[in-house]
């Protein structure tokens, strides 16, 4: 049976009476599809194959999703069915990379994190980064939450601790103790946590609907370098500079769009999925602290 019969007939089981499903591509993590169903309407479905799957993904995908539009009113696909082998979304489409639906986007997100500003870091549960868990362990402090849980947690990782040698592991160590010099202390607010060009869909009436996110409370500028730091459409700098009128991210936070997302280019890495050169921009950030010198001078 092929993953996608497999996904089928996970459907069949649960009620859906499947007439057709098209493939799904663009994750890595899970089989994916678009269902027909008898009466004609349609439902993205998607499932996991490994056996060593974990039992709570799919429960904490939708969990995700609905904080985001209880906590935040973002617009997000209405869950349909949610157990451990097989999660059941509203249908979307393609979004319109017209200047409109950026704009429109800019408001969402914006929207979003100013209106959920937070004392704390963090997530009352873990989470998921593809077959990785995201510790969303609650702190005060944003630059021991960002070290402890979005930098140092993926070093013992096997494929990061093979990646990175030694002096460069001490490299990381020191950028954490230098966060604070690098990003301005200020506060969280509820994040996507995976806002990427390919988590950004649309509704029927094409207004913008946000998928696959990875929720917690931490500096809303993580989103942004999330888009910013990835392959989009000249059509988006609408979203950044309407964003910015909104909701006034930290100066300088484009300088920092690649530190502000490591915690993606770790996930690559640990997933064997490194074939652009996340390592190489890694090692590119932690250039500046791979040597540094004692009291004395002397190179250390």
Not at 26 to 54: N, Q
Not at 190 to 217: C, F, K, Q, R
Not at 240 to 245: K, L, T, V
Not at 277 to 290: D, E, M
Request: charged share 25%; glycine share 8%.
């Amino acid at each position: 049976m092929s993953e996608y019969e497999l996904l089928a007939q996970r459907l069949r089981e649960t009620g859906f009476p499947v007439t057709s499903l098209v493939a799904v591509t663009g994750g890595c993590i899970c089989v994916a599809g678009m269902a027909s169903l008898r009466d004609g309407s349609r439902v993205f479905a998607k499932t996991e194959t490994e056996a060593e799957a974990e039992a709570d993904l799919f429960e904490v995908e939708a969990a995700g999703l609905s904080a985001l539009r209880d906590l935040g009113g973002v617009r997000v696909p209405t869950v349909i069915h949610v157990s451990p082998g097989l999660l059941v979304l509203e249908a979307l489409q393609p979004r319109d990379d017209g200047q409109r639906f950026w704009e429109q986007l800019a408001h969402m997100v914006a929207a979003l994190h100013t209106s959920t500003v937070s004392g704390r870091f963090g997530w009352h549960r873990d989470g998921w980064q593809g077959r990785m868990r995201q510790d969303n362990t609650w702190e005060t402090d944003g630059h021991a939450f960002y070290a402890q849980h979005r930098i140092l947690r993926w070093l013992p990782e096997p494929l990061v601790e093979a990646e990175f040698d030694r002096e460069e592991r001490r490299a990381l160590e020191r950028l954490c103790a230098a966060l604070p010099e690098l990003i301005p202390p200020h506060p969280p607010s509820l994040t996507h946590g995976d806002m990427w060009p390919g988590n950004i869909l649309a509704d029927g009436s094409g207004e913008p609907v946000l998928i696959d996110p990875a929720v917690s409370y931490t500096w809303p500028e993580v989103d942004l370098a999330a888009l910013w730091c990835s392959l989009r459409p000249p059509e988006s700098e609408r979203f950044f500079a309407g964003y910015e009128e909104l909701a006034h991210p930290f100066d300088g936070w484009r300088d920092q769009a690649q530190l502000l997302r490591i915690w993606d280019l770790f996930s690559v890495i640990a997933h064997g999925l490194d074939t652009w050169g996340a390592a190489g921009i890694v090692r590119t950030l932690i250039k500046p602290f791979r040597y540094h010198t004692t009291s004395c001078g002397s190179a250390a």
